[in-house]
T-cell receptor, first 106, second 116 residues
Framework: AQRVTQPEKLLSVFKGAPVELKCNYS??????LFWYVQYSRQRLQLLLR??SRESIKGFTADLNKGETSFHLKKPFAQEEDSAMYYC????????FGSGTKLNVKP | KAGVTQTPRYLIKTRGQQVTLSCSPI?????VSWYQQTPGQGLQFLFE???????NKGNFPGRFSGRQFSNSRSEMNVSTLELGDSALYLC???????????????FGEGSRLTVL
């Protein structure tokens, strides 16, 4: 089955530290993946999609076909990055990963 | 352009009752999908409607049902409520067209259901 896996439920880092939220996928072909973010008291929203290859709020995500991963990275975490992050596949796009809660400590 | 609107935002029900939640998608979006969000289970897919037809369905019991109207507005219904149905129910709309088309999901703020 086509699916994505987010192995970490909770990730805590200090402000200014690098952060990497992991997402692994398990299907073949050329996947197009998305990262969604949900800040406290806000609606779930698209953070970035890999085909655009853009950086949003300092976050980037590189598709690694060899490792079948689409990890979300930011070199210097900020407190406002604290949120729930979901990885989502495009095909069967409705089946999100289980989510990772990022807590950036001051 | 108005975003996805969900009503009601909050509601409290008792076990055994039923509930109907409503979702108005972004104008022009024909795909509406529903999700249950809980702290323990994360974001779980319920079903997706496109042009008034249920096109995808998650792994939820038959107590969870939905429908879509000709104006793309959608409702979901949960019958015989259980305590475990307490959750935030989210809907999302998309320009998703043909199967396999990849499109951004636009989420509503959700309907928070508490079952007592």
């Amino acid at each position: 089955a086509q699916r994505v896996t987010q192995p970490e439920k909770l990730l805590s880092v200090f402000k200014g530290a690098p952060v990497e939220l992991k997402c692994n996928y398990s299907y073949s072909g050329s996947p197009e993946l998305f990262w969604y973010v949900q800040y406290s008291r806000q609606r779930l929203q698209l953070l970035l999609r890999h085909i655009s290859r853009e950086s949003i709020k300092g976050f980037t995500a590189d598709l690694n076909k060899g490792e079948t991963s689409f990890h979300l990275k930011k070199p210097f975490a900020q407190e406002e990055d604290s949120a729930m992050y979901y990885c989502a596949p495009p095909f069967n796009k409705f089946y999100f990963g289980s989510g990772t809660k990022l807590n950036v400590k001051p | 352009k108005a975003g996805v609107t969900q009503t009601p935002r909050y509601l409290i029900k008792t076990r055994g009752q039923q509930v109907t939640l409503s979702c108005s998608p972004i104008s022009g979006h024909r795909s509406v999908s529903w999700y249950q969000q809980t702290p323990g289970q994360g974001l779980q897919f319920l079903f997706e409607y496109f042009s008034e037809t249920q096109r995808n369905k998650g792994n939820f019991p038959g107590r969870f049902s939905g429908r879509q109207f000709s104006n793309s507005r959608s409702e979901m219904n949960v019958s015989t409520l259980e305590l475990g149905d307490s959750a935030l129910y989210l809907c999302a709309s998309s320009l998703l067209g043909d199967r396999g088309h990849t499109g951004e999901l636009f989420f509503g703020e959700g309907s928070r259901l508490t079952v007592l």
